[in-house]
């Protein structure tokens, strides 16, 4: 893995249905004040626009002693369906990543790679439910724990 490796968090693209459920939901906002008519009952052809509200997803790295590793590692949160990756390098806390911005409800496929080519890069996958928190605990073999690591 590339040492310049780097924090980041980025979309690649906007999906067709993402983008035609954005167009659609600015336009009912721009047009919602238009009619006058305050009483106005909803009618059937309008679409709800709903985001995601997946739960929140943590992952906890350790090595095969179950000491937390917090360095040498690089971790991509991907999940191909939307076109969402996300990458963490420096902001892992004894051994977890918390609080991923993660937007998108479905499957994630988590990988982690050695920095220092400690261990083998290893690959889980983990499924987001709306409100639903997942742990996931991956076990990197060969790795250098925190502790070890002092």
Known sequence: MNAG?????SRRSLSRRRFGAGLTALAAVGLAGCTGDEEQEESDDSADFELDDPGDLTIRLENEDGDPVSSGVAVTIENEEEDFTANYQNNIQDGEITGASL???GEYTITVESVDDEFETVEESVTLEE???ETVTIVLEGATGDSDAE
């Open 131 to 133: 409100d639903e928190d």
């Open 103 to 105: 937007i998108y409800e």
């Open 5 to 9: 490796f780097r924090e980041d968090v």
